[in-house]
């Protein structure tokens, strides 16, 4: 339930500054990529989703898997007659 509380805080906040709603997710989205990139030193691998009807917000990180790749042709080069 902490994320609808914390929607809920904005909602109010952008009422108080008379933002538009839709523009609201925009704001949160960006928000969280921003702290992300100033903790992390990047952020392009990460995604942020915002629901505020629903009062959710998802973070992704995408990571590619280097090590699965590299066994997958590791096996077919040993394959290899």
Do not use: H, Q, W
């Not at 909602?11 to 933002?19: F, G, S, T, V, Y």
């Not at 100033?38 to 629903?54: A, F, P, R």
């Amino acid at each position: 339930m902490i994320n609808r509380d914390l929607i809920d805080i904005f909602i109010e906040l952008a009422r108080e500054k008379n933002i538009e709603r839709s523009e609201l997710g925009t704001i949160i989205e960006d928000l969280f990529l921003f702290i992300i990139d100033k903790e992390t030193g990047d952020s392009e691998n990460c995604s942020v989703i915002v629901n505020l009807d629903k009062g959710e917000i998802e973070i992704y990180v995408e990571k590619k898997l280097l090590i699965m790749s590299m066994t997958i042709i590791l096996i077919l080069l040993l394959r290899e007659p």
